[in-house]
């Protein structure tokens, strides 16, 4: 079974940095395209950062420039650097994943959410 597990939330403040990372553990083949979603308290889930399987990213507007998107095949772990944080970057973030995974009857792929983790800027 797929697993995503983040780590590297907390809180910071205005202007500090973080790093999130997200593990996928399983029995995995290959993974395709990952990203990083957040929600803040009342509103809904918005793609944060993107990574295809070919390195392409895309960003939020809102992040271009402060955040960059990563990945390390050899782990299955990918990685959203937050520079410049600001306090309306408070959220939960996601990471969330297309992965193929293998098994007793072939390879199978499917969309995987992490559990979560809370990034809180304080000003």
């Known amino acids: 079974q797929v697993q995503l597990v983040e780590s590297g939330g907390g809180l910071v403040q205005a202007g500090d940095s973080l790093r999130l990372s997200c593990a996928a553990s399983?029995?995995?083949?290959?993974?395709?395209?990952m990203g990083w979603y957040r929600q803040a308290p009342g509103k809904q889930r918005d793609l944060v950062a993107l990574?295809?399987?070919?390195?392409?990213?895309t960003y939020a507007d809102s992040v271009k420039g402060r955040f960059t998107i990563s990945r390390d095949n050899a782990k299955n772990t990918f990685y959203l650097l937050m520079n410049s944080l600001k306090p309306e970057d408070t959220a939960v973030y996601y990471c969330?994943?297309?992965?193929?995974?293998?098994?007793?009857?072939?390879?199978?792929?499917?969309?995987?959410w992490g559990q979560g983790t809370q990034v809180t800027v304080s000003s």
């Open positions: 990574i295809t399987s070919g390195d392409t990213t």
């Open positions: 969330n994943a297309d992965i193929t995974s293998y098994g007793g009857s072939g390879y199978y792929t499917d969309n995987y």
């Open positions: 399983g029995r995995i083949f290959n993974i395709n395209h």
